[in-house]
């Protein structure tokens, strides 16, 4: 066996159980690493075509893409589309969709600004959690995807995010507020709108809680602070 391979070998062995060891079901997709010229998004989506890789494509009316500036630094990541999602084929254009674009607006952006994306692109039905088969298939797309853009920093939005981009699972409360890593890419774990949407009278906590972690991902992006969110 030659060095080149037997440390190939090692290196995915050690890949793997740094993921068994921080709590994953599964194995994540491989990550596209090569930078991909402007464009690559297109090639991407076509890629995808009337994808029918896993079965969540039984239930969809639409593949939900992603959407945003391709060349921003940051990008939002949300866990799958909704009903109103899967009607547009728009990521996030629901009543949480709302309150995200709220909270861009209040990092001093437009939505237009970020690109926004989840882990599947298929509504799963009556919006639960995606399963592992559907995340495995589907996150070689958004891989892609964050590939192309190249963003400085990456906002997951809810557990599913956190589980399919970073390998673990814990409650939101315990991993937000500080960034984790994704192959060179620092992610800030925050809460996702529609969990923020249905906090009643501790909306406010949660809220202020989402806004801190923004704080930090404005600073990282040298957005001037100031403004406040709700
Ligand atoms: S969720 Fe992803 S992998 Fe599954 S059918 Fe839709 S696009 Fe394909």
Redesign the pocket.
Known sequence: MSDDFEDTVNEIREYVQYQIDSGLRYALAPVVSDRLSPGRLDEIREQ?GD????K??GS?TN?VFGEGDPDSRLMFIGEGPGRDEDIEGRPFVGRAGQLLTKMIAAMGLDRSRVYIANI???RPPKNRDPEDD?VI??IQ?LDAQIAAIQPSVIVTLGRVAVKALLGFQAPMGKIRGQFYDRNGIPVMPTFHPSFLLRQGPNDRKYKGMAWEDLKQVMSLLNLPLGRGGE
């Open positions: 995808i994808c029918r890789r896993c969540l494509s969809r593949i599947v692109k298929c559907e298939e589907c797309f």
